[in-house]
């Protein structure tokens, strides 16, 4: 019987996005599973090429002329049959490729190198040498050439090494043609492994002498040295023994000849560094985590079951609960994945998980080598790893006996990726946990409205706790109106009132930490004579001011330039840089507290290797009085000597020009609050704002989440935002602004016939075309196009998007645009 597989192909275009069939040759029929990774003879060239295998049948749908399957590539599937469901869920959910889904849960480390060779034809290698000379003489010299390349590399050539030759390609066909060369396709599948080598003696180190005298075996005077150095250890790295014994391999090769050592090659773990440490201490759960816990466990093996949603007050121990949760799912055998948000948070988490659960965890994030993600890979898959915490992408992970997924501090965006897939790893962990029966624990303080208002339509089961673990109150919030300090003459960023509490949180020995969510100098650098604004050259932004370096930043693109001294549209002398940045506080805060020791943590400090751990340990060791930071400081670090914490600018992101403005604002506030007190000692904050009187402000200072909830959810319906309507937003850029305006205005044309041609005449739930808040954005001018699910069922408008700007791409847009479709945005700039 004959059996056919359809394949996913490895191709980055909408053209290939669909299944391809392909016929398995006999020698393959019982290797090839769905999930395996196969090679196929791919376009007219029949290219090897790695492709996935999602279906196998045996019969043929149509009458086709049918290419078969090269090899197979792995002993057993790498994808499991739900995550092929998962990777059909996510292409239709997310309008995106087969493979954009595929790459997300591929093994890092894996990939197929495929390559062409040239090597002289049967007929050729059959000539005598007279016929071969004769051949040789009717050749020009570039094929004389080819041919004398190809004898030099033993028979065989890759055609890449012949690439400097003028027209390569036509003279090789041509040769191939005349049957003078073999031109074929090979390839190599490589894994990102490191081995080591260990070498032992191969009897025992008591019968060495007598088996010497017996095989009559003379040893020179390092090989002497190798064997009276492993009767002495059981085995050695080979590396080691070299460097130790200034050995040469062909000494320790000799030995291998003689029968007296074993050379074994085993796997090596990358595994990741974290150089963060925490003492341990001994935890008592209270009776609210107690009963969160116990909520969780008593229904783990229960089917049909509610994610959860764990809103707990700043301090109030979710990690521990967390942790009491994967303990019972450990000693039933089932394993866990955390993920954190920010590679921030992970060394704290890391290091309290390590101390209490050893080598079973693992890591897995962006900062991660490609070799360090492969052996984290394979240990899950060799069941090594029975915990993962990582960013979003650790979901993914290949766990066989998954029990538990807890997303911590669920409500910040960085579990939306920006890169196709657009995927929300909340959406993500709820598909996986309701197909496979996993406890899914969504916890934070400051819960996103969309999701908190699933909880409270009976979607989650809402477990909370409402005291800190150490039973302290939350620290109280003083507001400063900096209107008022400027007029009492003060033009620093830091209140008197600030001033005033830092020096007394200091003089009682205890810490402080300042939070402005802006890195960098100063927000732009003017010119006051004239207005001019230092601008990227590549995006529609001014450049952040670094006064380190006098250079003027793009914090997209990366462009930077240095600040002249005079104004290059009016030559004047008067240029300034505008606003604060985090390097700006830290001047001004030497400038009045000069005896204190100041860390600054934000992408600038701690885009270094190791240099994150560094900031943390020198803070927790209390070798400085004062950490400045942005977004990072805002969850999950917990230092006991902090008592202080100044909030410096708490309004800044109420005038950001997106609906989810107020929420961000109010949750930066908790969470950053949330950082003083969390010891014995009692914290307290000051918030430092112009606006006093704004909703969510007067909500935060309060800790009053269900307060600002209410207010926020009736603005939210009003405006037919998120929850009560999804959005999908479309993006069209190029480098040729009139080219993206012509190509947008396809778009919305060619969706307004096809949706006129359903009878549907009201666009009011179609907002634009418009150019971007942030219209250029490395040398890419960028119009959008947003629509709500407005009185249109949601999958209509899905299809008919997915139809203009996939099926019909090629019709609709030009080659050199191009289109991002995300569904329910973080932001719409």
């Known amino acids: 019987m004959e059996k056919y597989a359809k394949v996913i192909v490895r191709s980055n275009t909408f053209h290939t996005d669909n299944l391809f069939t392909y016929k398995i040759p006999e020698f393959l029929k019982n290797q090839i599973y769905v999930g395996h990774r196969v090679l196929v003879p791919f376009g007219k060239g029949n290219k090897p090429t790695e492709a996935f295998v999602f279906k196998i049948s045996d019969t043929l749908e149509e009458d086709i002329k049918l290419k078969e399957v090269v090899d197979v590539l792995d002993e057993e599937p790498i994808f499991k049959l739900e995550d092929l469901e998962l990777v059909n869920w996510m292409k239709n959910r997310y309008l995106c490729t087969y493979i954009d889904c595929i790459n997300l849960i591929y093994p890092k480390g894996y990939k197929v190198n495929n390559y062409k060779v040239v090597s002289l034809s049967d007929e050729v290698l059959n000539l005598n040498e007279n016929e071969f000379t004769d051949l040789l003489s009717s050749l020009d010299d570039i094929q004389k050439d080819i041919i004398s390349k190809i004898n030099i590399s033993k028979g065989k050539l890759k055609t890449e090494k012949l690439k400097k030759i003028p027209n390569i390609n036509y003279i090789l066909d041509k040769m191939s043609k005349k049957n003078i060369i073999n031109l074929k396709w090979e390839y190599k599948n490589h894994k990102n492994e490191k081995n080591l080598c260990y070498i032992s003696l191969s009897i025992e180190a008591d019968e060495v002498d007598d088996y010497l005298k017996k095989n009559k075996i003379n040893l020179g005077v390092k090989q002497k040295e190798i064997v009276n150095f492993l009767k002495n250890n059981d085995r050695v790295e080979i590396n080691d023994l070299i460097d130790i014994l200034k050995a040469s391999k062909q000494s320790i090769l000799s030995l291998q000849n003689k029968n007296l050592i074993d050379i074994k090659l085993e796997d090596y773990y990358r595994n990741p560094e974290n150089a963060y440490t925490l003492e341990q201490k001994e935890i008592y759960l209270n009776e609210e985590q107690k009963n969160a816990c116990n909520k969780v466990i008593s229904e783990m093996f229960d089917q049909n079951k509610k994610p959860y949603m764990l809103h707990g007050v700043t301090g109030s121990g979710k990690t521990e609960v967390y942790m009491e949760i994967i303990d019972y799912a450990l000693s039933q055998g089932l394993d866990s994945i955390v993920l954190v948000p920010e590679i921030a948070l992970t060394p704290q988490t890391i290091t309290r998980f390590k101390n209490r659960f050893g080598d079973i965890v693992g890591v897995f994030h962006s900062q991660l080598s490609e070799g360090q993600k492969h052996d984290v890979y394979k240990a899950i898959k060799a069941g090594n790893i029975r915990i993962l915490i990582g960013a979003r992408s650790a979901l993914f992970a290949p766990f066989n006996s998954l029990g538990v997924i807890i997303i911590d501090e669920f409500h910040e965006t960085s579990y939306k990726s920006e890169k196709n897939p657009k995927f929300s790893a909340i959406e993500v962990a709820k598909f996986i946990s309701n197909k496979n029966d996993i406890s899914l624990v969504l916890g934070s303080a400051t819960p996103s409205i969309d999701e908190y208002y699933k909880a409270k339509n009976g979607e989650y089961n809402l477990i909370e706790i409402n005291q800190r673990a150490n039973k302290n109150p939350l620290p109280k919030i003083e507001v400063v109106d900096m209107k008022e300090e400027l007029n009492k003459g003060n033009k620093s960023i830091f209140s008197f009132k600030l001033q005033d509490e830092i020096k007394q949180a200091i003089k009682n020995n205890n810490q402080v930490i300042l939070f402005l969510n802006r890195r960098g100098y100063a927000s732009f650098v003017s010119c006051r004579s004239c207005g001019y604004v230092f601008q990227c050259e590549n995006c529609d932004i001014s450049l952040t001011y670094h006064k380190g370096k006098n250079i003027g930043r793009c914090h997209y693109c990366g462009y930077e330039r240095e600040i002249p001294k005079e104004?290059?549209?009016?030559?004047?002398?008067?240029?300034?840089?505008?606003?604060?940045?985090?390097?700006?506080?830290?001047?001004?805060?030497?400038?009045?507290?000069?005896?204190?020791?100041?860390?600054?943590?934000?992408?600038?400090?701690?885009?270094?290797?190791?240099?994150?751990?560094?900031?943390?340990?020198?803070?927790?060791?209390?070798?400085?009085?004062?950490?400045?930071?942005?977004?990072?400081?805002?969850?999950?670090?917990?230092?006991?000597?902090?008592?202080?914490?100044?909030?410096?600018?708490?309004?800044?992101?109420?005038?950001?020009?997106?609906?989810?403005?107020?929420?961000?604002?109010?949750?930066?506030?908790?969470?950053?609050?949330?950082?003083?007190?969390?010891?014995?000692?009692?914290?307290?904050?000051?918030?430092?704002?112009?606006?006093?009187?704004?909703?969510?402000?007067?909500?935060?200072?309060?800790?009053?989440?269900?307060?600002?909830?209410?207010?926020?959810?009736?603005?939210?319906?009003?405006?037919?935002?998120?929850?009560?309507?999804?959005?999908?937003?479309?993006?069209?850029?190029?480098?040729?602004?009139?080219?993206?305006?012509?190509?947008?205005?396809?778009?919305?044309?060619?969706?307004?016939?096809?949706?006129?041609?359903?009878?549907?005449?009201?666009?009011?739930?179609?907002?634009?075309?418009?150019?971007?808040?942030?219209?250029?954005?490395?040398?890419?001018?960028?119009?959008q196009i947003l629509f709500k699910d407005d009185n249109i069922e949601i999958n209509l408008l899905k299809g008919i998007i997915k139809y203009i700007c996939i099926t019909k791409r090629d019709v609709v847009f030009s080659k050199e645009i191009n289109i991002s479709i995300d569904i329910n945005p973080n932001s719409v700039l």
């Open 567 to 783: 104004c290059p549209e009016c030559s004047s002398i008067y240029v300034k840089p505008f606003g604060v940045g985090t390097q700006k506080i830290e001047e001004e805060l030497k400038v009045i507290f000069p005896e204190l020791k100041v860390l600054r943590m934000d992408k600038d400090t701690t885009s270094k290797k190791g240099s994150l751990e560094e900031i943390l340990n020198k803070f927790k060791n209390k070798e400085a009085d004062i950490l400045i930071g942005t977004q990072m400081l805002s969850k999950g670090l917990d230092f006991d000597n902090v008592t202080l914490v100044g909030i410096l600018s708490a309004d800044m992101m109420l005038n950001f020009p997106d609906f989810k403005s107020f929420e961000t604002t109010f949750q930066l506030i908790t969470q950053v609050s949330g950082r003083a007190g969390r010891s014995d000692k009692e914290g307290k904050v000051v918030l430092q704002t112009y606006d006093t009187d704004h909703y969510s402000i007067r909500r935060a200072i309060n800790y009053d989440f269900e307060g600002f909830y209410e207010d926020e959810i009736k603005i939210r319906k009003a405006f037919g935002y998120a929850p009560f309507n999804n959005m999908i937003s479309v993006v069209v850029s190029g480098e040729n602004e009139n080219l993206v305006k012509k190509n947008i205005q396809n778009m919305y044309d060619s969706i307004i016939y096809l949706l006129k041609g359903r009878g549907i005449t009201d666009f009011e739930f179609i907002l634009g075309p418009n150019p971007c808040s942030i219209s250029k954005i490395n040398q890419n001018y960028r119009w």
